[in-house]
């Protein structure tokens, strides 16, 4: 299991003062870390159809970067290369492991844990990231460089490469194996490699308005909701034709407004919207369906482990009605297992001990046998 030392500060020392503020390099942030993942393996998930992954290199001069899978590395030669892998987290445990020292941020603001494997001089080039970034350096080193916020101007060095152009260097250090470096919005950044290494980044990012109302809008047409016409059955006659009046602007923006009003309607796409997966999922689907009462018994004696990517949320003030979120779906539930469900929520892995007053609960055992049907949580044996 992974510790995060953020070197005496507390979890909200650092949210208060380095939180979407500024960059820091936390030292040793990880002790004695060594790459949940070989290079050899992660090359392997990059020859995967359903595994976002690229290679970003120089031709002639020229950015590049070419999108997986991949067949092989070799024509890339010993150095200046750079492969990355969306979504570790999804298809490799022990990777995700990482993600559970960060759950003093509440995870539906988590994106994914990025791998990149880089040879000497390999780099993505200089870039900024719209979202917080926790660059947390594997084996090998890399040289990193971080501007300032500002109004930095981006091109394309390549038609899927957005680079930034030069900036002044706010931090200029080498990380060493354990080494995080946090980074907020914003802020340009670019890392070398020194030698042959590995390098995770944990993503959090927040959804922008426009991406909201684009997905509630589809929502709303998926579910024939929202297809109301605007009414004014005591319309007065207008002088001026031409004129949209204050009353009709405010009537036509209400109509709008109403839908967000509905706040029933609202959280429950929210909740959907959170939890649809990002990149495919890694379903463990058992080889024979489970049944209530064999699930009952194993509950006692077997641990259940979330799916890697597998998205799982309720809000405050409706998980206590029977309500929560998972992979993209509302699901109902018995209200008297309410707290039962926010440990599923809360927790990737729940120990036979953390079940004992819920293995024997017909209701929930009867949502963990769904679950586990669907390949959402599988067993795992407890150490």
């Known amino acids: 299991m992974y510790s995060l030392n953020l070197q005496q500060m507390t979890q909200q020392e650092f949210l208060d003062q380095y939180w979407q503020k500024k960059p820091v390099v936390i030292r040793q942030g990880f002790k004695d870390f060594v790459d949940p993942i070989t290079a050899d393996e992660l090359a392997g998930l990059a ?38 892998v969306q979504a570790l987290d999804n298809f490799s445990e022990e990777a995700a492991e990482m993600l559970e ?50 109004d930095h101007v981006e091109f394309a060095a390549h038609e899927s490469l957005l680079h930034v152009e030069p900036f002044e260097a706010i931090i200029d250090v080498e990380l060493n194996p354990g080494d995080i470096l946090y980074i907020p919005p914003g802020f340009p950044h670019e890392g070398i490699s020194l030698d042959t290494s590995m390098s995770f980044s944990i993503g ?75 990149h495919d999922l890694d379903v463990l689907l058992p080889d024979e369906p489970f049944e209530l009462t064999e699930v009952s018994n194993l509950l006692n004696s077997h641990a259940i482990k979330r ?42 892995m729940l120990l036979p001990d953390d079940l004992s007053e819920w293995s024997h609960n017909a209701a929930f055992v009867e949502l963990a046998t769904e679950l586990l049907n669907q390949g959402y949580w599988y067993l795992a044996e407890v150490e």
């Open 47 to 84: 020859m995967e159809e359903q595994i976002e992954s690229r290679l970003v290199h120089k031709k002639d001069g020229q950015w590049q970067a070419d999108f997986g899978p991949f067949e092989s590395y070799e024509h890339l030669g010993k150095e200046n290369w750079s492969l990355v």
């Open 101 to 150: 020292a960060f759950r003093f941020l509440p995870h539906w603001r988590l994106d994914d844990l990025m791998a990149s494997f880089a040879m000497p001089g390999g780099s993505v080039g200089p870039h900024m990231d719209n979202y917080d970034t926790f660059i947390c350096q594997g084996s090998g080193k890399r040289h990193w460089r971080v501007g300032d916020s500002g």
């Open 204 to 278: 959090f990012r927040a959804n922008s308005a426009v991406s909201v109302l684009s997905a509630f809008a589809d929502h709303l047409i998926d579910n024939e909701k929202g297809s109301q016409l605007l009414t004014d059955p005591n319309r007065q006659v207008v002088s001026h034709s031409g004129e949209v009046s204050n009353e009709d602007y405010a009537s036509i923006k209400g109509q709008i407004q109403q839908l967000l009003d509905d706040d029933a309607s609202f959280k429950s796409f929210t909740g959907q919207f959170l939890t649809t997966a990002k």
């Open 307 to 348: 799916l890697g990517g597998l998205r799982a949320f309720y809000f405050e003030d409706t998980i206590e009605q029977g309500l929560c979120y998972i992979n993209g779906t509302e699901l109902a539930f018995s209200a008297e297992i309410a707290n039962g469900v926010k440990l599923l929520c809360d927790k990737v």
